[in-house]
């Protein structure tokens, strides 16, 4: 008996060894809790699981060999319940059911990542008394959270990150004695804002880790509460809140931290000099927020410091000597300096740094010529990035670099005119970008062979050649640009994985077709700009999988025939951008489909039939529609008037007839409302958009036909910028007096068409006018004498009418000389030489035209069409943000989750101005990795 109990004793023993790896045989473990496997397939039974992810969990089964549970060997109750997430694909969705409450011996439950549809936290879960472990994270859980879990005090991580979650007080963690990591990261804390420190402060003697990122705080108390004790403290992370100081006394208290992040707050003034409290630092972000002044001398204190985060501050001077391995920072690993204004020699800077992993100074002013000597001791260098400084690589023609990089990042520096031969010796790195770095040269063929492993290349604004590359295998490659070069060849085969492909602004030849290989093989596409080459032929019809891509640019090419039908799959398309082709026929009705459309420019093609109605109903969030230079024909249609953010319509030179639609744009009438929530949702498509149009030289806001004025993207944003260009058609009738409520308008031009009776007196009232052209119509009667309170007006055209009486006077129209009234007969008054009578009267009177100056055609019903279209303006900018984000950089989408960062985020893009451009090229990367690690990945 004896003998036999022990025996039994040793296979359990025995598979309790194995378990996982063997399956044990005659039933001896399987000491699962029937209860418990009930409780568990109850479970289930509230979730939906797409991917059938909970496959094994089947009636009769062992539930303690089930995917993600855990038992207890020796009890066989279920202990664990790790159940995390980490792709979209496999989410489980539904609820969380009380069935739970069977398992009375859980302590570790972890639903990273999963979609509980924005559910709350269910409340039965604060009677589960012997969990240790929550995670709940990145679940789209939302809501109030309670008091609940205020008796789970045995709890020792608490995860309710990245969900919607807000709260009313911490009273309840109170309760949790045993904490160690606490993860509110994304909570609303804001009305909690006078006691959140208080409360936490009671279980901070165990706390080992906070994260409080993207809370909405805004203070910390400003003399240290008492009996505060922070000595088990190792970690804490207040990113992403509105802190603008931070207490000494915070620095002095933690005497056991470890890593710090204080980044994306709003920090000013220098780096503050408490800091050199925290000698157990180890990690220290305070990137993204307001600090100036110099890099201080005190990091060499800091002698366990790893990592050093200062980027995207507005620190000056030099990289002082102190940090560097001279001064005893022997462990650091990462210096992150980027976006500052850092000047200096980086030549004399260099050597102190050697030891690091990671040197990325990118943009800033430093300057210098680096050679082999400067890098010969960089050992361990995994990323360097110099971008967008005035830096020089003068490498011998056979350096073989002590280091092999990841990440190569060297735009705008000096390195040309020949390829940098070194980067042969480099067989590691993922992301590359020589971008605009002076190499003129023809890219080696060992170049391309390197690529197997690289994700992201730029190598744009050179003057690159050569021919024959095959992408078809790169199936890593993410980004590739290639534009502003000298590529001249076909096109070639595309990697089948990209997002991002640019290929604009070379001389590429021959058909597209390639782009349907990649089309077929995934659904990845987002971005594709093949503008500017000579391309020539059909755009096939393959765009059957297309529902990523967001931005289509073919333009300046010689594409022929129709736009094909397949476009209309690309759901989420914001620009289509095709001028300058050859294409011909009509629009196709699928485009329809492409209901997020923002931008849709097919100017100078040979395009013809009628402008199609239903644009102004399906495609109700477009900001520019330019079809000048084409053939359409028939009226232009009312429903245009319905586009609520139109800000240019360019119709001109094409055969269209009937008369101006009498409406008003509302975008055009009503300034931008520039409230935080709408012009931060504003700003991703804005910047995106304005970003891409600054690189794609937009001709349509390069310049204004027929002015020699010129629209300057760099101070206005695209969407600022609001034209109607109507020119060079066959519009009859009068210009409708809605005109006049356009008010942001700052481009018209009707010229060259056959438009009669009087230029409408409120015409004064579009007081942001910069350019108008009336010229080459029919227009009498006298000059609206409102016209002079035009103070923007800088061009303005009114000849070839027959237009009578005097020129108004006044200050801005003495500034316009002759031309821009001759043909008018009819006319006098300065600038013309033609004087008036005595009187101030013209000699002429119209007969059609009344005394009364001004008259306004069809005044009568114009209000209530007015109040149908809705003066006011109710942007749409949220919903073309959400639609922008599904597919676009990946951080928006995140972003767009999660309110508090997002308005964080940019919150910080807006004050950066003309840096965003290098900001979000920069730091993509950066921000993604940022992103990533606080969310499983999508
Ligand atoms: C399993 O249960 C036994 C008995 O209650 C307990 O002593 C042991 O700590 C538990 N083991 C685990 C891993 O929870
Ligand atoms: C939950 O699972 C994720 C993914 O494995 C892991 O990163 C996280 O640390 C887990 N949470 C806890 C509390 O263990
Ligand atoms: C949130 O929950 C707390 C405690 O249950 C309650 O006092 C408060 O009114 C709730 N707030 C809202 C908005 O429901
Ligand atoms: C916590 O426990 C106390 C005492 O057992 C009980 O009165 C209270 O209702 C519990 N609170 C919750 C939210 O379960
Ligand atoms: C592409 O489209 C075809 C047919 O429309 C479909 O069968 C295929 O699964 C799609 N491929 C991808 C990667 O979406
Ligand atoms: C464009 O293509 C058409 C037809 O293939 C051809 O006749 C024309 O010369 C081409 N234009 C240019 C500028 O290459």
Known sequence: MMVNTGFLQFIAILCLLMQGIVQCNGGLNSQFIASEAEALLEFKEGLKDPSNVLSSWKHGNDCCHWKGVGCNTTTGHVISLDLYCSNSLDKLQGHVSSALLQLPYLSYLNLTGNDFMQSRVPDFLGNMQNLKHLDLSHANFKGNLSDNLVNLSLLESLDLSGNAFYVNNLKWLQGLSSMKILDLSGVDLSSCENDWFHDIRAILHSLETLRLSGCQLHKLPTSPPPEVNFDSLVTLDLSINYFNSTPDWLFEKCHHLQNLNLSLNNLQGLIPYSIVRLTTLEILDLSKNSLIGSIPNFFDWLVNLVALDLSYNMLSGSIPSTLGQDHGLNNLKELHLSINQLNGSLERSIHQLSSLVVLNLAVNNMEGIISDVHLANFSNLKVLDLSFNDVTLNMSKNWIPPFQLENIGLAKCHLGPQFPKWIQTQKNFSHIDISNAGVFDIVPNWFWDLLPSVEHMNLSYNGLRSCGHDFSQKFKLKTLDLSNNNFSCALPRLPPNSRHLDLSNNLFYGTISHVCEILCFNNSLETLDLSFNNLSGVIPNCWTNGTNMIILNLAKNNFTESIPDSFGNLINLHMLIMYNNNLSGGIPETLKNCQV?????????????????????????????????????????????????????????????????????????????????????????????????????????????????????????????????????????????????????????????????????????????????LSSNQLSCAIPTSMVNLCSLGVLNLSYNTLSGNIPIGIQMETFDESSFQGNPHLCGSPLTKACLEDGNSWFKDKHCSDIEGSIEHESDDNHEDKVLGMEINPLYISMAMGFSTGFWVFWGSLILIASWRHAYFRFLSNLNDKIYVTVVVTLNKLQRKLHTQQPPM
């Open 597 to 773: 459309m923002t931008l849709l420019d097919l100017q100078s093609n040979r395009l013809r039939g009628p402008i199609p109605y239903w644009i102004g109903t399906d495609m109700q969030i477009l900001e520019a529609l330019i079809l000048g230079r084409n053939s359409f024909d028939e009226n232009i249609p009312t429903n245009l008037c319905l586009l609520k953010s139109l800000h240019i319509l360019d119709l001109s030179d094409n055969q269209l007839t009937g008369p101006i639609p009498r409406c008003v744009f509302p975008a055009m009438a009503t300034e931008e409302s520039v409230n935080e929530k709408s012009y931060m949702e504003f700003l991703t498509i804005e910047e995106s958009l304005s970003i891409y149009l600054s690189r794609s030289k937009h001709p349509l806001l390069i310049s204004w036909k027929g002015a020699d004025r010129s629209f300057h993207r760099g101070g206005r944003m695209f969407g600022y910028i609001k034209i109607i260009d109507l020119s060079s058609n066959f519009l009859k009738e009068g210009i409708p007096a809605e005109i006049g409520k356009l008010v942001e308008l700052v481009g018209l031009n009707l010229s060259s068409n056959q438009l009669v009776g009087s230029i409408p007196s409120n015409i004064g009232e579009m007081e942001s006018l910069e350019w108008l052209d």
